[in-house]
């Protein structure tokens, strides 16, 4: 069977979309590129259906919440997504990121080329409020369905419950109606 | 004394009934099959040989909460789970005990946030707690032990609650 031979995918999605490509950032032979989050399809698809560059297991999607936001050229906004892809073929991995703005964070979602996708950006919306415009089911994976808030952005408090001392033990004993010594 | 000494060979007892159903009730107390997470591991362990607790009476786990009379929360329990629990526990029939068995479910654990009920007894009356992450399947023994020891101090007063 004739494999095709590796293409470079840096090479490759510079010069089939030069515009979409924000930032370029390798470390220890890790790439990364941040793209445009309207191009997101197009580039997922062309990294999948190429040969030389058959990107056809999706790892991971991970979201980042880089609050207080300060726009850089690495970090144009507040919310960020790594697309983690690899390469069974060629035994490579690569990370696109994605970057969405702070009001309302849209990004396409990508389940018609790597349907895997399904969960984990019903995970990502869950958690992190990014929304994915047409994905079949926007519903809340881990939370409560009736759930107010995205608990893993900066912003949003940790839930802990205080150290019980002798000074707020009446308080935290109301949420814990039935805790007794003997019952 | 009494009758029993005028009996003779006849095999007969006399006790009160309070000891007679606390000790039907400790000797066959058979659990809800529910592990939630890793303590559900070393109460599968406690179950099965060598920390065997068919010895102490639970011969088996019951899959349906109207046939179990002890329910062990083992593992930590979700916001999304705290529901479900409250119902399994509603739908069990009187007489029913819990136990909470290792930290997430006595306290919380090392899950201080949101998504973790602090403590199974924000829901559901705990009888024993078990410390440990998880317990030993000697810990879990002796906190079913515990439990036994507190059933048998059960007074008439106290059944119909």
Same mark, same amino acid.
């Given at each position: 069977m004739q494999i095709a031979p590796a293409l470079d995918p840096l090479q490759s999605l510079q010069e089939k979309f030069p515009e979409a490509i924000v930032f370029i950032k390798t470390f220890r032979e890790e790439l990364t590129i941040v793209v445009q989050p309207n191009a997101i399809l197009e580039i997922m698809t062309y990294l999948r259906n190429t040969p030389g560059l058959v990107y056809n297991f999706l790892s991971d999607i991970s979201s980042v919440d880089y609050y207080p936001h300060t726009p850089s050229e690495e970090r144009p906004e507040r919310y960020g997504v790594s697309y983690h892809i690899y390469s069974m073929l060629y035994n490579r991995r690569l990370r696109i990121k994605v970057f969405a703005a702070e009001d309302e964070p849209v990004i396409p979602t990508i389940i018609s080329v790597y349907p895997g996708a399904n969960w984990l950006e019903r995970e990502i919306l869950d958690l992190m409020g990014i929304r994915f415009? *047409?994905?079949?089911?926007?519903?809340?994976?881990?939370?409560?369905?009736?759930?107010? *808030?995205h608990p893993a952005r900066r912003d949003v408090p940790m839930g802990k419950e205080m150290v019980q001392f002798s000074f707020n033990v009446e308080d935290i004993m109301k949420h814990k109606p039935h805790a007794s010594s003997s019952n | 004394m009494g009758i029993s000494s005028k009996l003779g060979n006849l095999?007969?007892? !006399?006790?009160?009934?309070?000891?007679?159903?606390?000790?039907?009730?400790?000797?066959?107390?058979?659990?809800?099959?529910?592990?939630?997470?890793?303590?559900?591991?070393?109460?599968?362990? !406690?179950?099965? #040989?060598?920390?065997?607790?068919?010895?102490?009476?639970?011969?088996?786990?019951?899959? #349906?909460p109207r046939q179990s009379d002890l329910i062990i929360v083992a593992g930590r329990v979700t916001r999304k789970m705290a529901p479900v629990v409250r119902q399994l526990y509603d739908q069990m029939a009187d007489p029913k005990w819990v136990i909470a068995m290792g930290d997430c479910a006595s306290c919380g654990g090392v899950y201080n946030n949101y998504a973790v009920v602090q403590g199974v007894d924000e829901i559901i @009356?705990?009888?024993?707690?078990?410390?440990?992450?998880?317990?030993? @399947?000697?810990?879990?023994?002796?906190?079913?032990?515990?439990?036994?020891?507190?059933?048998? !101090?059960?007074?008439?007063?106290?059944?119909? #609650?």
């Open positions: 415009e *047409g994905h079949p089911d926007q519903r809340r994976l881990l939370m409560p369905d009736d759930w107010n *808030g | 095999g007969l007892v !006399t006790t009160t009934l309070e000891t007679a159903v606390n000790w039907g009730r400790t000797g066959a107390m058979w659990p809800l099959l529910f592990g939630l997470a890793c303590c559900a591991i070393e109460m599968m362990s !406690t179950q099965a #040989s060598d920390y065997d607790m068919s010895r102490f009476g639970m011969e088996l786990n019951r899959a #349906s @009356p705990v009888d024993v707690y078990i410390a440990g992450c998880p317990p030993r @399947p000697e810990q879990l023994i002796h906190g079913v032990l515990t439990l036994h020891e507190k059933i048998k !101090t059960e007074r008439i007063r106290n059944w119909a #609650s």
